[in-house]
């Protein structure tokens, strides 16, 4: 194996630790099995370990200098040398690596990429990906796919603990350990600073989190709106950015924040919810990836509108117009006092047709359906707040209590007070 060529350095320096480098790398590579790239100070690959066990070397992207791969590699080195410590980043594939810079006597020599590695387990993104950025054919296809699923898993721990190994790996090989102190104090100290300018800005502001916005994202969401929920995570995101005074890093953690949330009571709803989008390393990696506000605002709008429409698509798996357009005006305004006219005066149907239309695809009448919205709906509210019953069958678009009791009674087997009381003892005994 050849050893390393260092450049900025002495012949005789570059020597020296180019022989210790390259057997303490080769050794952390053959015990991990992981692979091990190095690219000097100008983005160039100069030596690799474990060759034969990098997927990224069956594709041509991977030896194209000013792809998007490589330019996602070459960020992860950049932003290492100012970190001063292990990075570990999602490469455009969606696979884990940990890039490490390599600092001689306070000269940048370049980075290390360790990986790729799978992280908690392979997705189906991933295959996406590999077709995304590459031109497959089906044999191609099949090669990667097999190739990726002879790689080993890896949890995020096991990970971090990795980074920690092979960066000691770095730091014992080279003269001293201080360049990358210095490095980490520097960062450290504007990461400070920075926060402390953010905070002062946030103590200073009026403004407190839209946690009633939220509600009716979630809600939207669950009704199948998808432009009012496009609207209603643009607005969320403006109101983090006036909320975090701009600072690009923490608007992110605020979105990625609420996209948990909203998958996971999506994910209630709805158990086919992964196989639109792999939840939670698909979102990480599209919104850690952002560079921009906009490009933010791009990715949780076409986010939202997925989960959205997957959520309309678990109601209704028909492809008749009508219906999708009558659950989305039903799921809307459905704590209203709305009726077969109201559907047949917004989308222009006969309510006749239009009520046989919708029990053949739906299986239950116009009413059933309208009634089970709002009994799900008071049952949230008889549990969740101390709404009087006959304010929740206002709430909810009833005509009046007794209607609502029967409605309810039918539905769940007790009126709405013997529901609201069985809920609370099982909340104390919980």
Excluded at 405 to 429: D, I, L, Q, S
Aim: glycine content about 4%; hydrophobic content about 40%.
């Amino acid at each position: 194996m050849k050893n390393f060529v260092i450049p900025n350095l002495s012949k005789s320096t570059s020597e020296e630790l180019s022989e210790y480098l390259t057997a303490s790398i080769a050794a952390f590579s053959d015990t991990t099995g992981i692979p091990v790239t190095y690219f000097n100070e100008k983005n160039e690959m100069v030596q690799e370990f474990k060759k034969d066990d990098k997927i990224c070397n069956i594709f041509k992207v991977y030896d194209d200098c000013d792809s998007m791969c490589r330019r996602n590699l070459a960020s992860a080195g950049s932003f290492a040398s100012r970190l001063g410590e292990p990075y570990i980043f999602l490469c455009k594939a969606g696979l884990a690596n940990i890039a490490v810079s390599l600092i001689i006597d306070e000269v940048f020599a370049g980075y290390f990429i360790v990986g790729p590695i799978v992280m908690g387990e392979l997705r189906s993104s991933t295959t996406r990906s590999f077709i995304n950025l590459n031109d497959l054919n089906d044999v191609s296809l099949s090669m990667a796919k097999m190739f990726a699923g002879k790689m080993k898993v890896y949890q995020p721990n096991q990970i971090s603990q990795l980074a920690l190994l092979f960066y000691n790996c770095i730091v014992t090989s080279v003269s001293g350990t201080n360049d990358y102190s210095v490095l980490r104090n520097q960062y450290n100290e504007q990461n400070l600073i920075n926060q402390n300018i953010q905070n002062y800005k946030k103590e200073h502001s009026s403004m407190k989190y839209p946690y009633d916005l939220e509600k009716e994202l979630i809600d939207s969401v669950s009704d199948g709106q998808v432009i009012r929920s496009k609207e209603l995570v643009s607005s969320m995101l403006k109101e983090f950015s006036i909320l975090e005074a701009g600072d690009l890093e923490g608007i992110k953690i605020k979105a990625l924040w609420l996209f948990a949330i909203i998958v996971k009571t999506a994910s209630e709803s709805d158990n086919n919810l992964n196989h639109v989008i792999d939840t939670d390393l698909d979102i990480i990696s599209r919104i850690s990836e952002t560079d921009s506000f906009t490009a933010l605002t791009e990715v949780c709008t076409s986010l939202i509108e997925l989960i959205t429409r997957n959520m309309l698509t678990s109601i209704y798996k028909g492809r008749s117009q009508i219906i999708i357009k009558a659950l989305q005006f039903i799921n809307k305004n459905f704590k209203d006092k709305i009726s077969l006219k109201d559907v047949e005066a917004n989308l222009h149907v006969n309510a006749s047709y239009f009520s046989t239309l919708f029990k053949q695809e739906m299986g239950v009448t116009f009413t059933d359906y309208l009634n089970s919205l709002k009994i799900d709906h008071a049952c949230k509210l008889l549990t969740e707040t101390n709404l009087s019953i006959i304010d929740i069958s206002l709430s909810t678009g009833f005509e009046d209590q007794s209607y609502f009791t029967k409605v309810f009674k039918k539905a769940k087997g007790m009126t709405p007070k013997m529901y609201r009381n069985a809920n609370a003892v099982k909340e104390k005994e919980e």
